[in-house]
Nanobody, 125 residues
Framework: QVQLVESGGGLVQAGASLTLSCAAS????????MGWFRQAPGKEREFVAA????????YYADAVKGRFTISKNNAKNTVYLQMNSLKPEDTAVYYC??????????????????WGQGTQVTVSS
């Protein structure tokens, strides 16, 4: 049974940093494209970042570009989201997703097969 388990969320002040982790079990995702999405209260889930199968290419939403970094450790079957200079508007539940089906948009959540349960990130002003 495939499971994606996120961790690393929490309550921080604006300007702080957090690193989210997504550990995959029941499958090998080290050679798969993976993504992070988030959902703020009262809003639809939105794309945050994605990383290609080889890790050579990364993709970011405009709102987080330059502040967030997605990476993966193939040996640990884990994907990370390093979040710097956090803002109150980054407050959301963050979800790990993957693998991404070949083709289609990186921004389309329908292209991702499995989802984690989410981890809460709250940024106070």
């Amino acid at each position: 049974q495939v499971q994606l388990v996120e961790s690393g969320g929490g309550l921080v002040q604006a300007g702080a940093s957090l690193t989210l982790s997504c550990a995959a079990s029941g499958g090998t995702f080290s050679t798969e494209a993976m993504g992070w999405f988030r959902q703020a209260p009262g809003k639809e889930r939105e794309f945050v970042a994605a990383i290609s199968r080889t890790g050579a290419n990364t993709y970011y939403a405009d709102a987080v570009k330059g502040r967030f970094t997605i990476s993966k450790n193939n040996a640990k079957n884990t994907v990370y989201l390093q979040m710097n200079s956090l803002k109150p508007e980054d407050t959301a539940v963050y979800y790990c997703a993957g693998p991404k089906r070949i083709g289609g948009s990186w921004y389309d959540e329908g292209r991702y097969v499995y989802w984690g349960q989410g981890t809460q990130v709250t940024v106070s002003s």
